[in-house]
């Protein structure tokens, strides 16, 4: 479960992604080119406050590019992960799936563990 170095995978985890917020942005946004403000509002069930504020944060660590623009006269905000935020969201997932290989190990359904 250690990586190339013996490094266990959770030195590996984004301390960004740790919020649910924004690691439910990161996971929406992974998964289209881009989505408007809104939209991402409301598949997050979230507030426009919070929205805002965590991808803010996420701007910020370089994952997500914010776009201001206008859908005739009505202003309209997209976002979308960078190059750079993907590869890390990548690493993210997959650090996460190392942690995660063993967790069973002997505890299948029915087992007492024990």
Do not use: C, Y
Not at 44 to 66: C, I, N, P
Not at 85 to 106: F, K, M
Request: proline share 4%.
């Amino acid at each position: 479960m250690t990586g190339p170095a013996g490094e266990h995978p959770r030195f590996r985890l984004e301390s960004e992604l740790a919020h649910p917020v924004r690691f439910s942005i990161m996971a929406a946004l992974a998964a289209v080119e881009n989505m408007a403000f809104g939209d991402l509002r409301d598949e997050l069930q979230v507030s426009d406050s919070v929205l805002s504020k965590q991808t803010a944060e996420l701007e910020r660590s370089g994952f997500v590019e914010v776009a201001k623009g206008f859908v005739g006269k009505r202003p309209r905000t997209t976002l979308s992960l960078t190059r750079d935020g993907l590869a890390r969201w990548r690493g993210h997932l997959d650090s996460l799936r190392q942690i995660t290989a063993g967790s069973l190990g002997g505890r299948g359904a029915g087992s007492s563990g024990g």
